[in-house]
């Protein structure tokens, strides 16, 4: 059967749907005013056709988007920033496309640039769902977890220990971090989190790595949450702040490669060594996900119960939700831990403690 190639037109047409279900209402109207534009053969249709053969695997439209919220987090446009709540706007149902395009006019070399980008959101809300995968890991090896994250971005992901969480009757992380995940993001009956979980070693890589140090790389981080959630956003720069105090070691690599070598020697001797990553496999290139794959089998042919060897990831199952599934080696076992939704709410826990 052969692949179908999605054109430009049908990419923005599945963003704006994507928009709906996610509940961006702001993205989802803006979008209808720019599919119109690419129809009519305007800017958008200038600027988006010919950036990629692939471009809903490529995110193109939400590139397109990002560009246009960067330049407005950056005060470069005032006019577009009036109704993005990001930039302290206010948008009550009024059609802005004008705007964002009048914006692509005048910024035609930065919307270049910016198309050329990868979307990185890092999104920090799915760091609930982890840190029930990783308590349950915890639980179950009774050792300290050597974390390996690909397609880590910024990181922030790799540092959810610095956040906390209160599943009601059991808690995890850090109590006094501002970055606190509360009762409501599980379904009943939530994970237990009780325990101590020890990290002994964590490290990324990233085809592109950000530094979430620095201004320019958290204006990249921000320019790809929607404007209009405001929850992400503040979630975001409290994520960034605390960053900013605990570094952690990103490689600029390609997945497969960068894990190949990292799991050459098979798994860390005494520590669960654990793989994982999220909303990354659907970006990655074919021959980078068969090498991530013979990395972690081979590896895992050279896991034991004392050292055992885990791949947690939470990637797309349906238009609405994501799957958490979990591989464990020695053996090669896999289950699906839970399901949520794309930004990390609304966590269905589907294994017993």
């Known amino acids: 059967m052969k692949a179908k190639f999605f054109t430009v037109l049908e990419s923005l047409e599945a963003q704006a749907l994507s928009c709906a279900n996610v ?3 702001l993205y989802g109207s803006l ?5 119109d534009d690419y129809r009519r053969g305007g800017v958008t249709a200038e600027l988006l056709d010919g950036v990629s053969a692939t471009p809903v695997h490529d995110a193109i439209p939400l590139r397109y988007l990002a560009t246009a919220h960067r330049l407005a987090l950056g005060g470069q446009a005032p006019d577009l920033a009036r109704w993005y709540g990001s930039c302290g706007g206010t948008w009550s149902g009024e059609d802005i ?6 914006l692509a006019h005048t910024h035609r070399s930065d919307f270049i640039a910016g198309l050329q980008r990868n979307v990185q959101t890092n999104e920090v809300g799915r760091a609930a769902v ?8 915890a639980r179950r090896h009774k050792c300290p977890l050597d974390l390996l994250e690909i397609g880590s971005s910024a990181g922030l992901l790799s540092r959810w220990d610095e956040y906390f969480y209160d599943a009601g009757s059991s808690s995890l992380g850090n109590p006094t971090s501002v970055v606190r995940f509360d009762r409501t993001w599980w379904r009943s009956p939530a994970p237990d989190l009780a325990g101590n979980i020890q990290v002994a070693r964590r490290r990324g890589s990233d085809i592109s790595p950000i530094d979430a140090t620095s201004v320019e790389g958290q204006l990249t981080m921000l320019s790809f949450v929607w404007p209009d959630q405001s929850a992400r956003v503040e979630r975001l720069r409290c994520a960034l702040d605390i960053a900013t105090r605990t570094p952690i070691p990103l490689a600029q690599a390609d997945a497969g490669d960068w894990l190949s070598k990292e799991l050459a020697g098979g798994p860390t001797d005494g520590v669960a060594t654990v793989v994982f990553h999220s909303i990354v496999w659907q970006y990655l290139p074919q021959p980078t996900r068969t090498m991530v794959r013979t990395a972690l089998e081979s590896a895992g042919e050279l896991a034991s119960p004392d050292s055992p060897l885990l791949w947690l990831r ?5 238009p609405q939700r994501a799957n958490v599934r979990l591989t464990t080696w020695p053996g090669g076992h896999e289950e699906v831990l839970a399901e949520v939704g794309y930004h990390g709410v609304d966590i269905e826990w589907l294994q017993p403690y």
Do not use: K, V, W, Y
């Open 314 to 318: 939470m990637e797309p199952h349906t």
């Open 31 to 35: 979008l209808a005013g720019l599919i």
């Open 23 to 25: 509940g961006s209402a």
């Open 97 to 102: 496309s004008a705007d964002f395009l009048q």
């Open 130 to 137: 982890l840190a029930s995968a990783f308590s349950l890991i």
